[in-house]
């Protein structure tokens, strides 16, 4: 079990514009992936962008199966997306609390997309194309952030609605992303 360190904001790499993954089944990808895979369970989180680790790929893995910490929140299959692509199905949005293991701590309201299309590669190379919404599509799409240089926090139209955890809900156990 390989749990890599998580960059935090402030860190320069966490605003780059991720390369695109060329070569599928190899070796490093892999061991990349069990590392993200290893390095989100630790951590409790639903979610991990090979940028979060210092990789500059883009690479995603997300999850959620029975979260604690999201106990409303459907199930997400465990996904490995390379080279997404999303594509907004409508202009509705919805705002929602997130954090990132990237800022611990902290929580903000995040307007986002309700609906979307995304596709990309498996590992393999094998083509993924899914139609989403909800929370499932909230995950997507920070995740997918990252690869484009962008924290959530980048994303909150008012800072009154971001801050630390035990400020905003005092009295709760809230955890990162």
Known sequence: MTIREVLRMGDARLLRHAEEVRKFDTPELHELLKDMRDTMHALDGVGLAAPQIGVNLRVVIFEVNANPRYPDAETVPQTVLVNPVLTP?????????EGCLSIPGMRGLVPR?????????????????????GFHARVVQHEC?????????????????????????????????
């Open 89 to 97: 199905l409508s202009d509705a949005m919805d705002e929602g609390w």
């Open 113 to 133: 997309f309700t609906h979307l299309r995304y596709q990309g590669r498996d590992e393999y190379g094998a083509l993924i194309d899914r139609t989403v919404s």
């Open 145 to 177: 952030d990252h690869l484009d240089g962008i924290l959530y926090p980048m994303r909150v139209r008012d800072l009154k609605d971001f801050g630390f955890n035990e400020a905003l809900f005092p009295g709760e156990n809230v955890r990162d992303e």
